[in-house]
Structures are given as structure tokens and as C-alpha cells.
């Protein structure tokens, strides 16, 4: 019933107004800091609790995770070998230290089956050793007390389970899992167990002990594609710095010991490895060398004899050379070739001078003088001749001159000039003779020059093709046997520049789960799970809560607030202020006694309508105390149900409802007729009698405003309990007579869209003076109007007794 009412109030609400400009109060459409926090401190309980769960959970993380470790080295990779440090990777066409410094190929070296192969053989990873703990299982490694060696025939028993009890330190239980059939039998120590599909042997070690007994071992035959994802998925390597040919190697597992035994036997295959690599790389270079040289000792031979059968049909070495020789020889030759040509020009022209009998012009000229180039025949004996010719002709002349040619001494002297010239002319001729002759022998010998000279491009092409292939097998051969020596060197100097920078440790404490990033997690989860509850209680809070709530959501007065009333539980609103006078939620009515007159004079009669929004919001509680407290103040007064719909107030003071309002306004009963009287002998009540058809009809009806003005010469304060004016028109008709209409509202129960409804009444009936009160509030609803009743009368002036409360009663309100 109570929800139907809210739905019909809400859509009221929503369609009241038609074309009247409403103005709305948004002030509470933003962030509400008090019911924030409130709904924040009420809340406070569940956040404890979410956090308190959230920090259980990162317990129960820890307790049934098994912790993951982790161990890590450094290395710093850096290939060298002394062949490359000599030079012999430019031979090759290549750098022996290819990938020296490509990390990613050291990585996947590591991270490949040739390491994982030699882990296999290294360590023990084919059978794993567990023993059952309370919770988890152990790994032991390297501690378990007995060995299994096997031999696997039915490859479905690898990776399978074989649980172990000891007996005793040599007395076992072992059963597994094949062929959907489990299989136990008992066996001692070193007694062979075999079956057709498997043959194993255990046996003790040195950490066999009495404390085996009793407790669940069991072990697992791992084949080798278990082992290798398990290494592949535990290994991790990287590079730190790129720069420096740096990289870390790192495994996790659950066991630390294992991890850690299995980086370092990593780092050692490593090493191994790569020096395996390095030495074969060398031998096959080696081996690749003698080829070479033996190859290019083949071909220069080739070369070398073709080069000499063109030397011995050339006789020359040096083609080129021989253009040189050749072109300076026909200069030579040339330079001859005039020289005797002038020699024979100059023999001609003196044996002219000797035929003329003219060889100087006067006696005091010498030969030399007449004949310059007598000089350059370099024959004395020429000169000398002609000399003797000169000086016998000068003198015949001289003596010619003195005798007859006649006489003895001229003929004498003519007969030797007739000799020695007859001498000079012969050997001028000799001479001559010999000069043509050499001269004829040097132009041979220029045009053989000349042939040879044709010859020479070809030879020297003949020539430099020979001498290409002999020169690049005479310097490939050289290299080799050199680049074969040093290379010698690398055969035993082959190193890897491998240095541990850090050494794989035994991990301290875990990777995962890390306590304190686990509990921090939960904590944060607490948090935020206990954050969004307060912020769902938040959003979800559409009810009003507190006096801030209500000034701000109305523009009505505050009369004040009424306490929960929790001293004892109330099926229907009863007087309880008679009973306990100096009780909280007295004085809270007293507070708004008070108040009233500041609003009305309480020396004039008084007619208060007392109404709300919807059934179950205390306005019959609030009329019945109200109405009591004003009583015990010495006024007169009376109380109408006038909610004769659902009438109340002759439940408040257990009464019957046969008669009442109704009653008197159909003219069944007068007044005084109707009158009850309670336990204040100034409060009486009328009821609001049986329920009529038409409520608002007897309303209008003047017979009520008569049946008012009888009560005024009686009372001095008329309290009427209206129907809802949310739900019915009944309560406006009688809020527009009062003198003071009061609309009572409840904490933690009306709707904050009531309130809108209150500003509506107002804006529509102008009801100036219409109040409101907060009823059933907390503690937290009473700020700004506590002080009202209780400030000044001390600790303790209160005299209800307030029941214990057990702690899950305490907790239940506190949740609730």
C-alpha cells in the first residue's frame, strides 16, 4: 500500500504545475558534503568489513599460493679470436665474429634446444621429487630421500603421478594412475619394480632419515618436451645494455635452489658452447685455407710456366721496358745517322780544296783557320796530310816565285806536292768510302729498330695478360701461407670474452605473490569496494535524513525535530509523553510548543492541522504527544481524526471507533456525544467514527465549521489529524482553516521528492505560516536544533532508561 502511495505522490508531483511557472530550489541537485557524510559514517561499518575482507583474501592468496623465485645473472658478451684480430675475416669475405654483437641471435642461442639439450644431460630435471605439505606440496630438489632410476616403456606413464608412503626408512607403498586403474604395491629400497609397461629402482640417499616415515611423497618422470616448455617458460633472457654487450639471464620457479642451479649450469653450456662453436668455425677455416692454398699453388704453377715460354720466345722480361731501349737507340742511331752524313759533306768539300790546290787563302792562315771543321773527322792523320799538302803547295809557290819551272828545285818540290796530294786525296776517298759504309749499317740497324717497335703492343698485351693471373696467384699464395700461420694461432686461441659480471644467488624472498603489493591490493580493494558502496548509498539515498536536508529542500519554517522514540515498540502511535515527562522526545515537543506560539499567541484559540505526504510519517504520533504536551501546560484540548479514511487516533488512546466525526457531521450524534477523555485530564479526542463514502463532501459541509466553532467555547487548542495531502484533497480543505497547518516529515523514510510538494502547497494555497517537522530522527538528523530543549539542564535531567543493547543488536543497527 505504502509503495502504491509513493508512485501516485511521484507522479503527482511530476505532473503538477500545468502552465505555472515553477521556479524549483536546485540547491541540492549538486554535491551534499552532510549527507555525504553521514551516508559516509553509517556506511563506515561496511567499509571496515569490505576491507577487512579484501585483506582476508590477500591472505588466503598467500597461504594457498605457492611463492614463485626467482635467480638472475649478468653477462657480458664480447667474441673475439686472434684470427680476426689478425685480419682474416676481410680474406674470407667476412668477420669471424659475426653476431659478436647482434644480442638477439646470444639469445636465442641460450633460449634454443642445443642448451636446453645439454641441461637435460647436466642436471636432474627428468624426475621431479615432491613431499605433500598441509596445504601446498613441496619440490626436492636436491633433498629428496630417495632416487628413482627408470626405464619407460609406455610412454602414457611420463608426466603422470607416483605417490610414495614409507613405511619405515627402507619399507614403501607406491601407487599411480594407468590404464583408468590405480596400481599400489609395497617394495623396499633397491628392490627393482617391474612391470610391461615400466621398470623403475629407488633407492636411498643421504637424506634418508626416520622422519620420512608417515609422511606422502610422490614423484613425476617428466619426457623431454615437458622439460623443455618448462625451461622455455621459466627462462627469460634479456638485454641490459645494448652498448655495453650486456644481458641477464633469469628462471623462476617455485624452488629457489633449483632455479638458481639451473642459471648457473646455463651460464656454463653457455660458455662451453659457444667455445665448441668457435673451435669448429676454426677448423673449418683451417680446412678451407689448405684447400685454398693447395688450389692457388696449382694455378700459379700454370701461370709461372706460361709466363716463361714468353719470356724465352720474347728474350725479354720487360716488354714495356724494351719500348725505352729501342726508342732510344733510334734516337741514337738518328743522331749517328747525321753525324756521318756532315763527316761526308765536310771529306767532299776538302777534297774539293785539295783538286784546286786552294786549301788556305794566304800563307799566314792556318788549316784549322781555312777549315773549321776539319776537327770534327777526329782523324789525325787526315789533318796531318792536309797540313803537309798546305805548307809543300805554299812553298813551291814561294819558290816559284824566285826559279824557273824548269829548274830542279821546282820540279822537286812539284813532284812532292804531286805525291802528298795524290796521298791526301786517297785517303780523303778511304775515309769517305768508310763513312758511307756507316752510315748505310746505321740505317739497317734503324729500320730493325723500327720492326721491333711495331711489335711491342702486342707483346706487352701478351705480356700483361700472363702477368695478371701470374701476380694474383703469387699474392693470393702469399697471403694464404701467411694468413695460415697466424690462423694457426687461433686453432688453440680461440676465446670468448665472457665474463660473469654477477653470479647467479639464491633468491631471498619471492617475486610473486610479494606480501606487502598483495595486502596493498586487497587493502585497495577494500577501499575502493567500501568507496563504492558509499557511493551507491550515496546515489541511492533519496530520503531525507537530516533538518539541513529539509531547510534547504523547502521554503516552510522548521518547527523542529522529534527523536526516535526506541524506549519501547509501538505497533500503532500511542501518548507517551504523560508517561515519561522528562524524556528526550518530550522535551523535543515542548521545544515545539514553544515555537507554536511564537507563530500563534497561546492566549488566543488555536486550531492546528497536523498532516503529511503519506501514511506512516508519525503525523498522528506528532498530534497525540503535541496535544498532550500542550495539555500539560494547563490549555484545553481536543483532538479530530479527520482521517477517516484510515483513522488512528482512537488506536493511540485504545479506544473503539464507533462514533465520531462522521457521525456528527451527518447529525447522528451532537458533540458532546462523541467526546472522549484520556489519562491528561485537559486532552480530550474525538474519533474520526465509521468511514463515510464521500469524506470531503462532510468536509465542505457547514455542519463542520459549526461543529468547530461548538469545540471553541469549550477548548482552548483544537489539533486536527488530517488525511495525506499527497494521496487526497481532504488535508488542504482543513490546512486552508487552520491557524497553524503543520506538515510533519520522516527521517529516513519520506521521499526528498516529497519535500517538493510542501513548496508546491505553499506557492499554491499561500500558506504563510505552514511549519514542518522532522520526526524520527538520529542523533545526526538533530544538528542545529539539539540545543533547543536540551541545552542548560544538565547530564542526567533526562529520565528514560535506555535498554542495553547486545553487540549484534549494536551490529544490526549499524548495517541496517
Not at 396 to 421: G, I, M
Amino acid at each position: 500500500m505504502a509503495v502504491n502511495e509513493n508512485t501516485e505522490l511521484e507522479e503527482l508531483i511530476r505532473n503538477a504545475g500545468g502552465s505555472e511557472a515553477e521556479v524549483e530550489d536546485d540547491d541540492g541537485a549538486g554535491l551534499d558534503l552532510v549527507t555525504l557524510l553521514l551516508v559516509a559514517r553509517r556506511s563506515l561499518p561496511w567499509v571496515v568489513l569490505l576491507i577487512m575482507l579484501g585483506l582476508t583474501g590477500s591472505w588466503l592468496y598467500l597461504r594457498y599460493t605457492k611463492p614463485i623465485y626467482q635467480s638472475s645473472s649478468i653477462l657480458k658478451i664480447d667474441e673475439k679470436t686472434e684470427a680476426s684480430a689478425l685480419g682474416l675475416g676481410s680474406v674470407l669475405g667476412g668477420d669471424l665474429r659475426q653476431g659478436g654483437n647482434k644480442l638477439s641471435g646470444e639469445i636465442e642461442l641460450i633460449k634454443s634446444n642445443i642448451i636446453y639439450e645439454h641441461l637435460k644431460d647436466s642436471l636432474a630435471l627428468d624426475v621431479n621429487y615432491y613431499v605433500e605439505g598441509t596445504v601446498l606440496e613441496n619440490e626436492l630438489y636436491g633433498l629428496s630421500p630417495f632416487k628413482v632410476m627408470y626405464k619407460i616403456k609406455d610412454g602414457s606413464l611420463y608426466n603422470k603421478r607416483f605417490d610414495l608412503t614409507f613405511s619405515s626408512t627402507q619399507q614403501f607403498r607406491i601407487s599411480y594412475q594407468y590404464q583408468g586403474q590405480e596400481i599400489s604395491a609395497d617394495y623396499r629400497l633397491g628392490q627393482p619394480i617391474v612391470t610391461p609397461a615400466m621398470e623403475l629402482l629407488l633407492t636411498s640417499t643421504s637424506w634418508m632419515s626416520e622422519g620420512v616415515v608417515g609422511k606422502k611423497y610422490f614423484f613425476i618422470v617428466n619426457d623431454g618436451g615437458s622439460i623443455s616448455n618448462y625451461l622455455n617458460k621459466g627462462l627469460n633472457v634479456q638485454v641490459i645494455n645494448p652498448d655495453a654487450n650486456t644481458i641477464q639471464i633469469s628462471f623462476t620457479d617455485f624452488n629457489p635452489s633449483k632455479a638458481q642451479a639451473i642459471v648457473n649450469k646455463i651460464d656454463t653450456v653457455y660458455l662451453q658452447e659457444k667455445l665448441a662453436q668457435k673451435q669448429e668455425a676454426t677448423q673449418r677455416q683451417l680446412k678451407f685455407l689448405e684447400t685454398q692454398i693447395i688450389e692457388n699453388k696449382d694455378s700459379l704453377q700454370d701461370a709461372e710456366k706460361d709466363l716463361e715460354e714468353f719470356t724465352s720466345r720474347t728474350r725479354t722480361y720487360d716488354v714495356r721496358g724494351n719500348l725505352t731501349n729501342i726508342s732510344d737507340k733510334l734516337i741514337a742511331q738518328e743522331k749517328a745517322r747525321l753525324e756521318l752524313q756532315q763527316q761526308i759533306e765536310l771529306l767532299d768539300e776538302i777534297a774539293a780544296l785539295v783538286d784546286q790546290n786552294q786549301l788556305t787563302l794566304n800563307e799566314e792562315t792556318s788549316i784549322s783557320e781555312s777549315i773549321p771543321g776539319l776537327k770534327r773527322l777526329g782523324d789525325e792523320q787526315v789533318a796531318q796530310q792536309i797540313a803537309r799538302l798546305n805548307d809543300l803547295q805554299w812553298n813551291l809557290r814561294r819558290v816559284s816565285r824566285s826559279y824557273q819551272p824548269t829548274t830542279f828545285t821546282v820540279q822537286q818540290l812539284q813532284a812532292d806536292v804531286n805525291l802528298v796530294k795524290n796521298s791526301t786525296q786517297r785517303l780523303l776517298q778511304q775515309n769517305r768510302r768508310l763513312l758511307v759504309q756507316q752510315l748505310n749499317e746505321t740505317g739497317i740497324e734503324q729500320d730493325k729498330l723500327r720492326a721491333e717497335l711495331q711489335q711491342i703492343p702486342g707483346l706487352a698485351t701478351q705480356q700483361t695478360r700472363l702477368q695478371r693471373p701470374f701476380e694474383l696467384y703469387q699474392k693470393t699464395y702469399t697471403m694464404l701461407v701467411e694468413k695460415k700461420m697466424d690462423f694457426g694461432m687461433a686453432i688453440a686461441g680461440t676465446t670468448v670474452d665472457f665474463q660473469i659480471l654477477s653470479p647467479a644467488s639464491g633468491p631471498g624472498a619471492p617475486i610473486a605473490p610479494v606480501r606487502m603489493v598483495v595486502y596493498a591490493i586487497g587493502l585497495a580493494a577494500g577501499i575502493v569496494l567500501g568507496l563504492a558502496v558509499i557511493a551507491v548509498r550515496y546515489f541511492m539515498h533519496n530520503t531525507v535524513t537530516s533538518v539541513r536536508e529539509l531547510e534547504r529542500a523547502t521554503t516552510a519554517s522548521v518547527l523542529g525535530v522529534i527523536p526516535t522514540y526506541d524506549k519501547e515498540k509501538m505497533s500503532v502511535s500511542r501518548l507517551v509523553v504523560d508517561k515519561n515527562p522528562k524524556s528526550a522526545i518530550s522535551e523535543s515537543i515542548r521545544s515545539i510548543r514553544t515555537n507554536l506560539d511564537f507563530i500563534s499567541s497561546a492566549k488566543k484559540k488555536r486550531l492546528i492541522s497536523v498532516t503529511s505526504t503519506v501514511s506512516g510519517e508519525g503525523k498522528t504520533f506528532v498530534t497525540v504527544n503535541l496535544g498532550g504536551i500542550v495539555a500539560l501546560s494547563g490549555q484545553r484540548v481536543v483532538i479530530l481524526d479527520l482521517d477517516m479514511r484510515k483513522p488512528k487516533v482512537n488506536l493511540a488512546f485504545g479506544t473503539e471507533n464507533v462514533k465520531g466525526v462522521s457521525t456528527i457531521l451527518i447529525d447522528k450524534h451532537s458533540v458532546q456525544e462523541c467526546i472522549q477523555h484520556t489519562s491528561i485530564p485537559s486532552l480530550d479526542f474525538i474519533s474520526a467514527g465509521p468511514t463515510p463514502p464521500n469524506p470531503s463532501e462532510l468536509i465542505l459541509n457547514a455542519r463542520f465549521d459549526e461543529m468547530l466553532a461548538e469545540l471553541y467555547q469549550q477548548y482552548d487548542v483544537i489539533l486536527i489529524d488530517t488525511p495525506p495531502v499527497g494521496l487526497v484533497t481532504d488535508g488542504i480543505l482543513i490546512m486552508r482553516k487552520a491557524d497553524i497547518p503543520i506538515y510533519i516529515v520522516r527521517a529516513n523514510y519520506s521521499k526528498k521528492t516529497f519535500l517538493k510538494n510542501i513548496n508546491k502547497i505553499i506557492r499554491a494555497n499561500n500558506f504563510t505560516r505552514l511549519s514542518t517537522i522532522l520526526n524520527d530522527a538520529q542523533a545526526s538528523g538533530l544538528y542545529g536544533y539539539g540545543y533547543g530543549y536540551g541545552y542548560g539542564y544538565g547530564q542526567g535531567y533526562y529520565d528514560e532508561a535506555v535498554p542495553d543493547k547486545s553487540l549484534v543488536q549494536r551490529l544490526r543497527k549499524q548495517f541496517s
